[in-house]
């Protein structure tokens, strides 16, 4: 997955969802695991939702979700993780919910 986004203060920024497998033969894509969300002045972001796994033949799988950003004192949400792929795309992983005090929620996952 993409790489743990930094911290702020006392913060720790979210850890980024693992990639999702690749299918039968390595012809399907698993998806992309979501980014994990920044850290606020106190709380943690989110940790980026979990890539879909890749079933069949040529299946695309969709991207986890990207953690949400924490505010100043709230924690960021986790992404949702993605679903697996059969013979189209597995839906997205949903962004994380934004801390309190000016958080920003994740983007969900692509499709």
């Known amino acids: 997955g993409p ?6 203060l006392f913060g720790d920024g979210g850890t980024g969802g693992r990639g999702g497998s690749g299918g039968f033969a390595f012809t399907g894509a698993g998806g992309v695991g979501g980014a994990g969300g920044n850290a606020g002045m106190i709380g943690n972001g989110g940790e980026g939702g ?9 299946s695309l799988s969709s ?3 990207h953690g949400g950003n924490a ?3 709230g924690n ?5 993780n993605r679903g697996d792929g059969t013979t189209g795309t597995g839906d997205v992983g949903g962004g994380g919910a934004g801390g309190l005090l000016f958080g920003q929620p994740g983007i969900n996952g692509s499709p």
Do not use: Q
């Open 3 to 8: 790489a743990h986004s930094a911290g702020a």
């Open 50 to 58: 979990a890539g879909g796994d890749a079933v069949f033949l040529g």
């Open 63 to 65: 991207d986890g979700g």
């Open 71 to 73: 505010g100043l004192v």
């Open 76 to 80: 960021g949400g986790n992404g949702g």
